[in-house]
């Protein structure tokens, strides 16, 4: 069964860095970009960045870069989000997803086919 | 940055309505958009990708379609279990962005 296995919620201070971690496992790990999403409570999704495990190309939204840190570490098959210096906006659910792809008529068509079932993050005095 | 605008933001149908949501692009985007749908305290799931191509396992009374600029999903006769969250996604060019989501509620 093709799946991503996130990392516990979290309950941190801010100014205090995290790390949180998404687990691939029943597909070649190396083989999909792994993208992170914000949802905010109560709010939509919002697309903060993407990894290539198989080589870590990364890109970011122009709104999350140099707020957060994309890595992979392909031994592991595991992706990872991380924040330097936390602030209370940063309170949030976090999904990681996996960005397919098809192949049709000459053109790749990408999708976020398998989802984390998100990490809580809870940023509090 | 590519915009995305969903419409209705709320939509408050039956059981057995056909409903049609809306997604429109601030440039076009070919057929590079995805619809999701997401019920409370869980993952989004994909519906649909490519404009109209169901993912697996999606039951056929979903059905999008559209290409560049406008785009929408149609759920042909409400089920108890459809009343969600959707929301569409264009894979066109990074930042991959989001609409901001339609919510569908019990009438």
């Known amino acids: 069964e093709v799946q991503l296995v996130q990392s516990g919620a979290e309950v941190k201070k801010p100014g205090e860095s995290l790390k949180i971690s998404c687990k691939g496992s029943?597909?070649?790990?190396?083989?999909?970009?792994i993208g992170w999403v914000r949802q905010m409570p109560g709010k939509g999704l919002e697309w903060m960045g993407i990894i290539y495990p198989g080589d870590s190309d990364t890109r970011y939204s122009p709104s999350f870069q140099g707020q957060v840190t994309i890595s992979a570490d392909k031994s592991i098959s595991t992706a990872y989000l991380q924040w330097s210096s936390l602030k209370a906006s940063d309170t949030a659910m976090y999904y990681c997803?996996?960005?397919?792809?098809?192949?049709?008529?000459?053109?790749?068509?990408?999708?976020?086919?398998?989802w984390g079932k998100g990490t809580t993050v809870t940023v509090s005095s | 940055d590519i915009q995305l605008t969903q419409s209705p933001s709320f939509l408050s149908a039956s059981v057995g309505d056909r409903v049609t949501i809306t997604c429109r692009a601030s440039q076009g985007i070919s057929g590079y958009l995805a619809w999701y749908q997401q019920k409370p305290g869980k993952a989004p799931k994909l519906l649909i990708y490519?404009?109209?191509t169901l993912q697996s396992g999606v039951p056929s009374r979903f059905s999008g379609s559209g290409s560049g600029t406008e785009f929408t999903l149609t759920i042909s006769s409400l089920q108890p279990e459809d009343f969600a969250t959707y929301f569409c996604?264009?894979?066109?060019?990074?930042?991959?962005?989001f609409g901001q989501g339609t919510k569908l509620e019990i009438k």
């Open positions: 490519a404009a109209s």
């Open positions: 996604q264009q894979l066109n060019s990074y930042p991959r962005t």
């Open positions: 997803a996996r960005q397919a792809a098809t192949y049709r008529s000459g053109w790749y068509y990408y999708y976020m086919d398998v």
């Open positions: 029943g597909y070649s790990f190396t083989s999909y970009w």
